[in-house]
Nanobody, 123 residues
Framework: QVQLVESGGGLVQAGDSLRLSCADS????????VGWFRQAPGKEREFVAV????????NYAESVKGRFTISRDRAKNTVDLQMNSLNPEDTANYYC????????????????WGRGTQVTVSS
């Protein structure tokens, strides 16, 4: 079973940066697209970014375009999310998921999820 582990979250001020990392301990998402999603209290989990298995395709939610960058290291079997110019609206628990099939923006398209890492941005 794929086990994804997110890390890198924390408490920062508006305008700061964070780098999140998603690691696959079983080395089984190397051939899958990997997505980052986030969920704020009382809200639905929403799409943030996705990267294809070979990093040839990347896509971002409109709200993070130009501020966030997704990347992957196939040798380390990790997928990172560099987040710059953070604002309080980015506060959420961030999850990574291994894509199975279907729309990259839909949570139902992902088979496995990590437990998340909390990002809190103060104003």
């Amino acid at each position: 079973q794929v086990q994804l582990v997110e890390s890198g979250g924390g408490l920062v001020q508006a305008g700061d940066s964070l780098r999140l990392s998603c690691a696959d301990s079983r080395r089984t998402f190397s051939n899958n697209a990997v997505g980052w999603f986030r969920q704020a209290p009382g809200k639905e989990r929403e799409f943030v970014a996705v990267i294809s298995w070979n990093a040839g395709y990347k896509n971002y939610a409109e709200s993070v375009k130009g501020r966030f960058t997704i990347s992957r290291d196939r040798a380390k079997n990790t997928v990172d999310l560099q987040m710059n110019s953070l604002n309080p609206e980015d506060t959420a628990n961030y999850y990574c998921g291994s894509h199975r099939s279907g729309s990259y923006q839909a949570t139902s398209s992902y088979t496995y999820w990590g437990r998340g890492t909390q990002v809190t941005v103060s104003s």
